[in-house]
């Protein structure tokens, strides 16, 4: 089972940028697909950014892309989410997710997501 923590959240203008963070535990880290996903209050949690286990393989949602940039480094057992231009509708919870160690694929759905993290929070002043 997958231990995750995120960090890296906080304020920031619009327009700024911040890195997000997913230390996760275990040696089965390397073979984890992962995922960032938000949540914005009153909203579903919605799909952000994935990544497979070999990282060679990213999905974006269409609001993030050209923004957002997914990678992982497995040598450190974490994942990271730089986020670039930053807008006041990106203000959410960020949760970083893993799918169980059968699944290798990358994925934008919530349900194919077996572990998660607390969430790190992100606000984007206007």
């Known amino acids: 089972q997958a231990h995750l923590q995120e960090s890296g959240g906080g304020l920031v203008q619009e327009g700024g940028s911040l890195r997000l963070s997913c230390a996760g535990s275990?040696?089965?880290?390397?073979?984890?697909?992962m995922g960032w996903f938000r949540q914005a209050p009153g909203k579903e949690r919605e799909f952000v950014a994935s990544?497979?286990?070999?990282?060679?393989?990213?999905y974006y949602a269409d609001s993030v892309k050209g923004r957002f940039s997914i990678s992982r480094d497995d040598r450190l057992g974490t994942l990271f989410l730089q986020m670039d231009a930053l807008r006041p509708e990106d203000t959410a919870v960020y949760s970083c997710a893993a799918r169980d160690q059968e699944y290798l694929v990358a994925s934008t759905k919530v349900s194919d997501f077996h572990f998660w993290g607390q969430g790190t929070q992100v606000t984007v002043s206007s």
């Open positions: 990544i497979n286990w070999m990282a060679t393989t990213t």
């Open positions: 275990g040696r089965s880290f390397k073979t984890y697909a």
